[in-house]
């Protein structure tokens, strides 16, 4: 799917002083999951993607939208068609973690500067070409195992996707949890598409847990975690910050009652202390998505496309500085600016990379949010 873009802009005060070289367009392809099992991640990502300006600093900005349809195989063939037909300067891909792992190689192997909107565990050269906007693993699993601290819990069960996103939380929580006196398992798997978890619920279940936490993404978060309670469990259960949107709360209802999410602060900006450097990030991208989608339809996942272009239009006017849209040496400046700005405020943090931190964030992007009367409420900020 091809999305052409007749959009108003928005107003964005950026210059591009200094700059010699002529005016050129800037291409910036984009890979979601508008369609398929993780639409519920790649729907506001392709919504969000469609509220872009389209002007920088005096210069047209062409955004290419593709369809990766929650499947990583498609992925791969969108980026080889953004980078070869397109030559686009930016990559902004990955809904689900196996598409970003797909999307890095890609990228790296091009020397394409790629925005992920997935954690993924990209290292060497992929590492180098590879940003993500969602918070890091490690961040968001010391959030978890505080509050399990906090609260005398010392054992903690595991469900999660059988995939990269399942396996590369299982490796943050081996890192830090002797850190909170915490024992992992046992650990039990599932499919993106398995319509029933009942053997790994009864499992669970069985040895008896302090806490169990759900790894896994969009609406299939809500089954786990519904298994579970219908089954008898009466623990604390958790999920990760894959799982916080409208669909989880429609789909889990009572069942995820009083369950803990981590999460960014994003899906509940109205309730961050004013001082939050995210509060005013979060209103200003709440009122432009809601205006075309209605009340209620943020999600935190379009947040991080918004933190994409928040990351590229800070880095756009340097990267102009030295070179023109359109070469090598335009994309390998915009990625060593990407690494280098300081202090970008998006929807979800603040971002401050470093050759060997590609997430940038720190504590600012992370809250932790309960689910009470059917809604998320913010209990640790």
């Known amino acids: 799917m091809k999305t052409k873009l007749s959009i108003k802009p928005l107003v964005i005060a950026l210059s591009l002083i200094g700059s010699g070289a002529a005016l050129a367009d800037i291409n910036i392809g984009v890979s979601v999951s508008a369609t398929g099992s993780a639409a519920v991640l790649g729907g506001p990502e392709k919504n969000t993607a469609e509220l872009m300006p389209t ?13 990766e349809a929650s499947d990583p195989t498609a992925t791969v063939k969108n980026v080889a068609k953004l980078i070869n037909e397109h030559k686009v300067d930016l990559l902004i891909a990955g ?102 978890v009942t053997g790994q619920a009864v499992k669970l279940i069985a040895a008896k847990p302090d806490a169990i936490l759900v790894v896994a993404s969009g609406a299939p978060a809500a089954m786990p975690h519904s298994t579970l309670v219908e089954r008898g469990y ?13 669909a989880f709360l429609k789909i889990g209802g009572k069942n995820v009652e009083g369950g803990i999410l981590v999460a960014g602060p994003l899906i509940e900006w109205e309730q961050l202390s004013d001082s939050h450097p995210s509060k ?71 971002f401050n990379m470093s050759p060997t931190d590609h997430s940038g964030h720190d504590r600012r992007a992370r809250v932790l949010l309960q689910v009470q009367n059917g809604a998320f409420k913010v209990i640790s900020k």
């Open 95 to 196: 809904s689900i973690t196996p598409a970003a792992m797909a999307a890095a190689g890609a990228a790296a192997e091009s020397k394409t500067p790629l925005i992920a909107l997935a954690p993924n565990p990209a290292d060497g050269e992929k590492l180098k070409w590879t940003f993500t906007t969602p918070q890091n693993f490690a961040l968001m699993a010391e959030g978890i195992l505080e509050h399990m601290k906090a609260n005398n819990q010392k054992t903690l069960g595991f469900i999660g996707f059988a995939d990269g996103y399942g396996e590369t939380w299982i490796k943050a929580l081996d890192a830090v949890k002797a850190k909170y006196g915490v024992t992992v398992g046992p650990i039990e798997r599932f499919q993106r598409t398995d319509t029933s």
């Open 55 to 67: 002007s920088i600093g005096g210069e047209k900005v062409n955004w290419i939208i593709l369809d």
């Open 280 to 350: 005013k990030a979060g209103a200003e991208y709440a009122k432009l998505y809601e205006g075309k989608h209605g009340a209620g339809s943020l999600s935190s996942f379009g947040g991080h496309v918004w933190d994409a272009w928040a990351l590229a239009s800070r880095a756009i006017p340097a990267a102009k500085k030295k070179a023109k849209p359109g070469t090598a040496e335009f994309r390998a400046a915009l990625r060593d600016a990407i690494e280098s700005e300081k202090d970008v405020v998006g929807v979800h943090g603040v």
């Open 234 to 246: 009466k623990g604390q259960i958790y999920q990760t910050h894959g799982a916080p949107s409208p």
